[in-house]
């Protein structure tokens, strides 16, 4: 169980209500526990989100965004950590954000999980920018020009690639360049439309690598609202230290693990899976 006394003493500083989201996935099978513990709070003028997680599902974090914003008038999130790909793409959504100097953001361009064709092969992630650039490939390092590289990658992309996965991957980028858009919109109203489609595609085709490790300086750099603050930095990693000991397989026992947590500051709850079992249970504690 987390300590509630770190998420009172932030809520304190902030002048907010805290909320923190934790997860291994952040899928849209979150939304309805979230919706339950938000209208718990009701519509707060200040909601500071703390977020921990690798990523996740583009569209449940479009959800989890919406529903965070319905239920306050300033959010903000509050990055000590880990908070990349589509946690990167979910505090899009915020007013503000509060990056420690150890927090880990990504770029947001979409992955392919691929299953080699032998059967003991090891899954592979492909991005989109992975296809994408292959032209550019052709011409860098093998001096094709333009038209000769053009149809040398066609050529090879579509004898590697089956072509309704290549438009999967089209789709994909294109959908996440209208939620970026859409959430930009939400927190930065006043911003040209220029403004915020640089910003989008600075995260999705900005970067060689999707785990390339953005600092909060860099999102400062793109146009965002990002600030340091030390003293909620400090309280924000006493609440790390408490999801690092609960969630993901390593800290639970070989049969179940937590893998989220959504907690404020009188209420946990907590997410537990079991590997005999394909559902997974929801597990609430109340603190006085």
Not at 234 to 248: D, F, P, T, Y
Request: hydrophobic letters at 40%.
């Amino acid at each position: 169980m987390l300590s509630n006394e770190s998420i009172f003493e932030l809520e304190k500083t902030r002048n907010s209500r805290v909320l923190v989201l934790a997860a291994s996935n952040l899928e849209i099978e979150l939304l309805p526990e979230l919706y339950r513990v938000l209208r718990s709070l009701d519509k707060v003028r200040r909601l500071d989100v703390l977020i921990y997680s690798r990523g996740g599902i583009v569209n449940g974090v479009r959800r989890l965004a919406m529903i965070l914003r319905e239920y306050c008038e300033h959010l903000t999130f509050i990055v000590p950590h880990y908070c990349e790909s589509s946690a990167t793409l979910l505090c899009l959504a915020g007013d503000e954000i509060i990056a420690s100097s150890t927090a880990i953001f990504s770029p947001i361009d979409p992955q392919l999980q691929s299953q080699g064709s032998d059967e003991h092969s090891t899954p592979v992630s492909i991005s989109s920018q992975d296809v994408r650039l292959f032209r550019q490939v052709m011409s860098d390092w093998f001096e094709l020009n333009d038209a000769e590289a053009s149809v040398q990658a066609v050529q090879q992309i579509g004898q590697g690639i089956f072509p309704t996965t290549l438009t999967s991957f089209y789709r994909a980028t294109k959908e996440l360049e209208e939620i970026g858009m859409q959430l930009l919109t939400l927190s930065l109203p006043k911003k040209t439309t220029d403004f915020r489609a640089s910003i989008v595609n600075n995260l999705i085709y900005g970067y060689h690598s999707h785990s390339y490790a953005i600092c909060g300086e860099e999102l400062l750099q793109l146009g965002l609202n990002v600030s340091r603050d030390y003293t909620v930095e400090e309280l924000a990693w006493r609440i790390v230290e408490g999801i690092r000991s609960i969630l993901g397989p390593g800290n639970g026992d070989t049969a179940s693990w937590c893998d989220a947590i959504i907690a404020i500051s009188d209420c946990q709850m907590s997410r537990w899976r079991n590997q005999n079992n394909i559902s997974a249970d929801w597990k609430e504690s109340h603190q006085q």
